[in-house]
Each structure stands twice: as C-alpha cells, then as structure tokens.
C-alpha cells in the first residue's frame, strides 16, 4: 500500500509546539510540517483570505501525497476548516482528511474546570469566529465561555521576544482583561498554537488557582485515537520516524526561530505555493 507522511500546517511556527506533542504521542511516524511564514500572521486576515490561503497549503499537502493534514493553527480551523471538510474535500478527493485543532480541544476542556467558567486567549480571528463558544456549547453546555483577543502576542512570539521584559505588560494586560469579563475563570485555554512559548509569563500573571492549558498534548493524544479508530487512514500513513520542514518564508530565519517552538534544531526547505 502506498503510504506518505502525515502533514501539519501553522500559518508560520506555532504549529510546531502541536507538532513536537504530537511526535511524542506517535514516534514512528513521518510528518511533513508547513508554515506559511511569507503570509503570516493569519488573525487579522478576512475569512475569505484565511480559507484561500489555507486551502492553497492543505492542496499543496495533498500533492505531496499526504493522507491526513492537521491545521495545528486556531485561526485557520476557526476560518477555513469546515469549508475545506464540507465543499473542497469531496471534489479534491474524498479518500483524504483535514483536521483541527478546535474540536478536539472543546471536547476535553469540560475535565480542566470546575467552576464552569473557562477563558480563552486567542487571536482576533478565532474570537471573531466564536468557533470555540459554539464547539464547547456542544460538547459541555453548561460551560460558561469568556473569550479574550490576544493579537499582539502573536507578533512578540515571531519576533523571539517572548522572554523578554517587553511582554510583560501585553501579556498581564491581557489576563487582567479576561479575569474583568468573568472573575469565576478557574481555566484559561491558550487557544492560539503561538502562546504556549509565552508560558513563563502567562504563569506570572495568572492567579495560581486557574489552570492554563495549551492544547499541543490534548490534539497529539486526539489523533492518536482518531488513527486508531481509522484504519482506513491510518494504513496510508508512512511510518520511518521521519520529519521534513517547510516555509513560503525565509528558510534561514525558518531554522532560527523554529528550533525555540519545537525544542531541537530544524533545517527548512523554502517553497513557492
Ligand atoms: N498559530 C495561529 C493560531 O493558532 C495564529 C497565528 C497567526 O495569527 O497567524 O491561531
């Protein structure tokens, strides 16, 4: 059976802290990961221009024969996932899969808190889609949901200044912000796959009763089960513990930054959608 790695696509590096999970939880595997560097960032696109470009990665993934494309980026699963599932798939080809990373997280969160009230901390675009107030409505409707447009941390995670004094203020401010809307939040879900690399400074700011979660360990441990309970998929994936980047950026930036989100070092090859 012809079997291709499994593709993961961030629209620049925050996929890369779902990936670094996700290699954990499936060791054997080949993944073949994709940032859209030269287009990033995606929160402050239109619906229409996250779909379009996302859309353009998931057709690229496919041509290098992936079976299965996880978009590890919020913003693309909120804009662009459930058009691509429902209208693009079934002409492209329906034998292929495209997840998020909206639904997986929704389905869990329900376990991290008790007081019912969970924040969530994510770029203007997911917040706007009120993706994660309908998907957690879903599968907990008793769950109370506080939402809390972060953009600006974005831009300090791609820029390396995610330790330094500068963040400080952008990061409390926005804590302090989210606790205004709800003061019961016991969880506070860092719905944007760039914010985990701030973790030392969300830590700072956040009241030691809240739990913060990122969601790299809740999706790798989500399609580990999906790939158990889909065979079909599964027997496509190829599995030599092989891992290959790429950017629509600058390979040698690519490597420089990509090594702090996904823990050890990475050599990029650039391409042209
Ligand atoms: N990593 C993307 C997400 O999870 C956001 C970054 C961007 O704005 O492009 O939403």
Same mark, same amino acid.
């Given at each position: 059976?012809?079997?291709?790695?499994i593709g993961?696509?961030?629209?620049?590096?925050?996929? +890369?802290?779902v990936?670094?999970?996700?290699c #954990?939880e !499936?060791?054997?595997y080949d993944?073949?990961? *994709?940032? %859209?560097? /030269?287009r990033a960032?995606?929160?402050?696109l239109?619906?229409?221009?996250?779909?379009?470009y996302?859309?353009?990665?998931?057709?690229?993934?496919?041509q290098?024969g992936c079976?299965?494309?996880i +978009?590890?980026?919020?913003?693309?699963?909120? #804009?662009a !996932?459930?058009?691509?599932q429902q209208?693009d *798939?079934p %002409?492209? /080809?329906?034998?292929k899969r495209v997840l998020?990373v909206?639904?997986p997280?929704?389905e869990v969160i329900g376990?991290?808190?008790?007081?019912?009230?969970?924040g969530?901390?994510?770029t203007?675009g997911?917040v706007?889609?009120?993706?994660?107030?309908?998907?957690i409505?879903k599968?907990h409707?008793?769950? *109370?949901?506080f939402?809390e447009?972060s953009p600006?941390?974005?831009?300090?995670v791609?820029?390396?200044k995610?330790?330094?004094?500068e963040?400080?203020?952008?990061?409390k401010?926005?804590i302090d912000n989210?606790l205004?809307?709800?003061?019961?939040?016991?969880?506070?879900l860092l719905?944007?796959?760039?914010?985990?690399l701030?973790?030392?400074?969300?830590n700072?700011?956040?009241?030691?009763?809240i739990?913060?979660?990122?969601?790299?360990?809740?999706?790798?441990?989500s399609?580990k089960?999906y790939l158990g309970?889909?065979?079909?998929?599964?027997?496509?994936?190829s599995k030599?513990?092989?891992?290959?980047?790429f950017?629509t950026?600058?390979?040698?930036?690519f490597n420089n930054h990509?090594s702090?989100f996904f823990?050890?070092a990475?050599q990029a090859s650039?391409?042209?959608l």
């Amino acid at each position: 059976m012809d079997t291709k790695p499994i593709g993961i696509f961030d629209s620049g590096y925050g996929g +890369l802290t779902v990936l670094k999970e996700i290699c #954990k939880e !499936l060791p054997k595997y080949d993944f073949i990961y *994709l940032g %859209d560097n /030269d287009r990033a960032p995606y929160g402050p696109l239109s619906f229409e221009t996250v779909y379009e470009y996302t859309l353009e990665c998931v057709k690229w993934f496919f041509q290098q024969g992936c079976p299965l494309v996880i +978009l590890a980026c919020n913003t693309a699963s909120a #804009k662009a !996932l459930r058009t691509i599932q429902q209208n693009d *798939l079934p %002409d492209i /080809d329906p034998s292929k899969r495209v997840l998020g990373v909206i639904r997986p997280t929704s389905e869990v969160i329900g376990k991290y808190s008790t007081s019912k009230h969970v924040g969530i901390l994510a770029t203007s675009g997911t917040v706007q889609s009120e993706s994660y107030l309908l998907e957690i409505k879903k599968f907990h409707p008793e769950i *109370l949901v506080f939402q809390e447009a972060s953009p600006e941390w974005v831009d300090i995670v791609e820029r390396g200044k995610h330790l330094d004094d500068e963040a400080d203020a952008p990061v409390k401010n926005r804590i302090d912000n989210l606790l205004q809307k709800d003061p019961n939040i016991d969880c506070m879900l860092l719905a944007c796959t760039h914010y985990p690399l701030l973790i030392e400074k969300i830590n700072r700011f956040v009241p030691r009763h809240i739990q913060v979660i990122s969601q790299g360990e809740i999706v790798a441990k989500s399609l580990k089960t999906y790939l158990g309970n889909h065979k079909e998929i599964d027997d496509h994936c190829s599995k030599h513990a092989q891992i290959n980047f790429f950017t629509t950026g600058n390979e040698v930036d690519f490597n420089n930054h990509a090594s702090l989100f996904f823990g050890t070092a990475v050599q990029a090859s650039k391409i042209k959608l």
